[in-house]
Nanobody, 118 residues
Framework: VQLQASGGGLVQAGGSLRLSCAAS????????MAWYRQTPGKQRELVAN???????NYADSVKGRFTISRDGAKNTVYLQMNSLKPEDTAVYYC?????????????WGQGTLVTVSS
């Protein structure tokens, strides 16, 4: 599975951005997709994920501000980020998990930088 992420950029605090992640495989073959983020010196952290059935999960720090959604026809997952804060500044990575005969395989897209200025 190849993942192509886009949509990062520079935005002022309080602003919005939408990230997109297009998968090369059909959503039907993917168990879940997610957005992670990472800042220098810190571990990559889960921001939000969406399971095949549609259930979503969010990190406490983004609940009420970020929304993850999918377009099955386009095999694309979106992360709508509103009310952005400087602490949201990070490289955001798209992730897909595929369950196979030997377990779960993780696929990663290239990171996209989100910078929130105060």
């Amino acid at each position: 599975v190849q993942l192509q992420a886009s949509g990062g950029g520079l935005v002022q605090a309080g602003g919005s951005l939408r990230l997109s992640c297009a998968a090369s495989a059909s959503w039907l073959s993917i168990n879940s997709m997610a957005w992670y983020r990472q800042t220098p010196g810190k571990q990559r952290e889960l921001v939000a994920n969406i399971i095949r059935g549609g259930r979503t999960n969010y990190a406490d720090s983004v609940k009420g501000r970020f929304t993850i959604s999918r377009d099955g026809a386009k095999n694309t997952v979106y992360l709508q980020m509103n009310s952005l804060k400087p602490e949201d500044t990070a490289v955001y990575y798209c992730n897909a998990k595929q369950l196979g005969a030997y377990g779960v395989t993780d696929y990663w897209g290239q990171g996209t930088l989100v910078t929130v200025s105060s």
